[in-house]
């Protein structure tokens, strides 16, 4: 399975007359919140789990001690980030490939509690203050935020970090920004974000978790993509040793300003967090036998039933188990491009998913490890099922001259296959669709009335996904499509699909817990379809999508949060822009002994770079001390 792209927890349809319940009337998110009054958190619906004057979050532990090295290989990422290699130091722009965690390098105003789905508390401001018609946020900075030369972080070093992702930052950052019409610094320690009053009523829970950037060090520098300088950092990280595509580490800042915070304690306990970049998965996997890297998410099913026998594991220095999923919606599948004509045809994504035989797959290639994903929005109460709900229908109805008329029955689901790898019945479903689609079979592939051969080429990074993709486009052969699997160097691979140069491909999108308009925008909208950088790899743009995705705005609290994405569901499952892939319900992960963390697990987040610790005793046990 590839890596999770990470989304930040992220205009409006008229429901009309009968269509228009309570949860869906106008009305402000935090209505609840008094205006003028200083807030020490956000949440988007319910109340806050702690109080103004709360020590640490319960997830952490505050007695962990401090020291070691973290070494190990990230499984999520945020923007522009590369797990593979890296080209840049700048993650915020939609150009280059930056190292995984340098947000880690700076602060942002709040951040979020990993126990809760929606909540923020305050980082570098200590509080929020609402205006009455809630388009107006004012943040009080503390005055002891330092930058890591001692300088401080100023009201304007985040007015001018707001300003400048609105016009130059990555989609993720820019997107949601759109509706900011000020940033200003009302003092050094007042931040005041002024909105246009058509975001979304949850944008704030989503840019106030940005990171903040250094005024003075980009009036020096070009905010690009092309320096391998680290920009100033704030927060409890700083970039140490690096080495160009190689190595990089982030040494723990020991004089952090931060680091007694409430929302801090308990957390960033390493000395030194390293990333290593390797050529390909095996030489990932050879280097954690050895002790070279620390900890591993398997993403190999074949590795994971087979390959942990090594001497290390067998003499129990190193632990290999499972710890749940984050309870956060997934989308991972493969996105066909419909920038380019011949996708276009729903009945043509309908022939290509036919051809993909996840039954022989799952017993052949993955030995059971995986869940057939059907869903947008797997493992999460957005998921579609059975036929739509009255609410649904209120959300639907009034599009219906738009929707496939699939839409209003039985949810679509991608049918089982006998598990042969070569299922005739469906590969004849397929063909059929294609030549009801007006291609016809011309020799060994299919042409149009134009002559033109169909071809689809699947873009890949990895030698595993090409040994995964390989049946699948035998299949899409021997129907009929000139099908191919294109495998780049990972650099070549980020640039493509950030330009949208592909025929097919995959991405793991890892939702937030209550997603917004603004990280729907991102990956569904149409105002994303030509945006670079975006997430919307198949390119939608479709009327009826837009209005269910503006549709998020309105909703009050979470079931009809959840009545919006169902439908949302439904109407993306009938199109089939995605080929939902597979999923699993776990984290399956191996470490060196050598670690402590707390458990459970919180349900929304799995930072073991940010919350466990060396454990001394433990690795002197196992010789690691």
């Not at 090295?69 to 280059?96: D, H, I, R």
């Not at 380019?340 to 039954?359: G, N, P, Q, T």
């Not at 330009?499 to 917004?516: E, K, N, Q, R, V």
Request: aromatic content about 12%; glycine content about 6%; hydrophobic content about 40%.
């Amino acid at each position: 399975m590839v890596g999770l792209a990470r989304l930040s927890r992220r205009n409006v349809i008229a429901l009309g007359g009968a269509a228009a319940t309570a949860a869906f009337l106008p009305g402000r998110l935090f209505a609840s919140s008094p205006a003028g009054v200083r807030l020490h958190g956000l949440s988007a619906f319910g109340e806050l789990k702690y109080p103004v004057d709360f020590q640490q979050f319960d997830y952490v532990n505050v007695d962990a001690p401090k020291g070691g090295t973290f070494n190990f290989g990230p499984s999520q990422w945020v923007f522009n980030q590369n797990p593979n290699t890296f080209n840049t130091l700048n993650s915020f722009v939609p150009k280059g490939d930056a190292p995984p965690r340098m947000e880690m390098c700076f602060d942002s105003l709040m951040v979020s509690a990993l126990d809760e789905p929606d909540s923020i508390y305050g980082l570098v401001a200590e509080a929020v203050t609402i205006s009455p018609d809630h388009n107006s946020f004012v943040f009080a900075l503390r005055p002891e935020a330092r930058w890591h030369d001692g300088s401080p972080l100023t009201a304007e070093d985040a007015a001018f970090t707001f300003n400048l992702f609105k016009d130059q930052g990555h989609p993720d950052l820019s997107l949601p920004l759109k509706e900011l019409t000020k940033a200003v610094a009302v003092d050094k320690t007042t931040l005041r974000l002024s909105f246009s009053g058509k975001q979304s009523d949850r944008t704030i829970l989503d840019v106030a978790i940005f990171p903040i950037l250094s005024k003075a060090y980009f009036a020096k520098v070009p905010f690009d993509g092309s320096r391998m300088e680290a920009p100033l950092g704030s927060g409890p990280y700083k970039v140490g040793l690096m080495r160009p595509g190689q190595t990089i580490e982030l040494e723990r800042v020991a004089d952090y300003w931060g680091k007694d915070l409430p929302v801090n304690r308990g957390a960033n306990n390493f000395d030194k967090l390293r990333i290593e970049f390797y050529g390909d998965r095996q030489a990932a996997f050879e280097a954690f036998k050895k002790g070279q890297v620390h900890f591993r998410e398997e993403a190999t099913s074949r590795v994971w039933a087979t390959g942990y026998d090594f001497p290390a594991l067998t003499a129990g220095k190193v632990v290999k188990r499972e710890f749940p999923s984050e309870k956060r919606p997934l989308l991972y599948g493969t996105a066909m491009n419909q920038r380019r004509e011949r996708f276009k045809d729903v009945r043509v994504r309908r022939a290509i998913s036919l051809c993909f035989d996840f039954e022989w797959t799952n017993k052949s290639l993955f030995y059971g490890l995986y869940d057939r994903a059907q869903s947008n929005f797997e493992k999460s109460d957005f998921k579609a099922t059975g036929v739509p709900s009255p609410e649904e229908l209120a959300l639907l109805k009034p599009l219906r001259d738009k929707l496939p008329s699939e839409v209003f029955g039985e949810v679509n689901i991608l049918p089982a296959s006998d598990g042969s790898g070569r299922d005739r019945k469906l590969l004849r479903e397929s063909q059929r669709l294609m030549t009801e689609a007006g291609w016809k079979r011309s020799g060994p592939f299919f042409q149009n009335a134009a002559g033109e051969t169909f071809k689809a080429e699947v873009l890949v990074h990895d030698d595993d996904l090409t040994r995964i993709y390989a049946p699948w486009v035998e299949n899409l052969k021997a129907v009929g499509f000139d099908a191919s699997i294109r495998l780049v160097e990972s650099a070549q691979y980020q640039e493509r699909q950030a330009s949208f140069d592909f025929d097919m491909i995959a991405m793991a999108l890892l939702f937030s817990p209550t997603p917004t308009r603004e990280g729907m925008d991102g990956v569904f909208h149409s105002r994303s379809a030509s945006l670079q950088g975006s997430r919307n790899l198949p390119g939608i743009a479709d009327p009826a999508v837009d209005a269910l995705v503006e549709a998020i705005d309105k909703v009050q609290d979470r079931a009809a949060l959840i009545t919006v994405l169902r439908a949302l569901d439904r109407v993306l499952r009938a199109r089939l822009d995605w080929i939902p892939s597979w999923y699993s319900a776990n984290h399956r992960v191996a470490f060196w002994d050598m670690f402590g963390f707390k458990e459970p697990k919180p349900d929304y987040g799995f930072a073991m770079e940010a919350l466990w610790w060396f454990d001394k005793d433990k690795a002197a046990k196992i010789g690691k001390a």
